[in-house]
């Protein structure tokens, strides 16, 4: 369902994660969705029915602020302009707000798989000697 990670691995190591973390700042910079006024989350595409029922858990406010972020960020891309730079994502705006719900609803998904799976079986009773 989610893609792999290396950041657990790399949060689990201080001295990685001073290393990496110039380089991811670099790289979510050139992403250059922030200058959309996107954050990380906005980007995770919808298609998939675990995403589609995470967008459904969303706080009404946190779903109202997601789909002005998108469609002022279509606005931009269709006039091929940037935000002004006072717009912009600031990095510590950008943090996860999907990525959690998405991880419950697979770790309940999971379960109901487990659970589905299970064979019951009766137990033979003891004869009493």
């Known amino acids: 369902m989610s893609a792999p990670s290396f950041a657990p691995f790399i949060r689990s190591r201080p001295w ?3 290393w990496m973390e110039p380089i991811a700042e ?3 910079q050139k ?3 922030r200058q959309l006024g ?3 989350d ?3 595409p919808e298609e998939n029915d675990i995403v589609q029922l ?9 779903a109202y602020d997601r789909v002005f972020r998108l469609r002022r960020a279509f606005q931009c891309s269709v006039t091929h302009h940037l935000l002004p730079k006072e717009e912009w994502t600031k990095p510590d705006e950008d943090r996860p707000y999907l990525t959690n719900i998405i991880e419950e609803i697979e770790a309940e998904y999971k379960e109901r798989e487990d659970l589905e799976a299970m064979i019951i079986t009766k ?3 003891n004869a009493k000697h």
Do not use: F, H, N, T
């Open 16 to 18: 990685l994660l001073k």
């Open 26 to 28: 670099w790289y979510c």
């Open 31 to 33: 992403a250059g969705y």
């Open 38 to 40: 996107l954050r990380c």
């Open 42 to 44: 906005d980007l995770i």
């Open 54 to 62: 995470a967008l459904k858990r969303l706080p009404p406010k946190e």
């Open 123 to 125: 137990r033979k009773e």
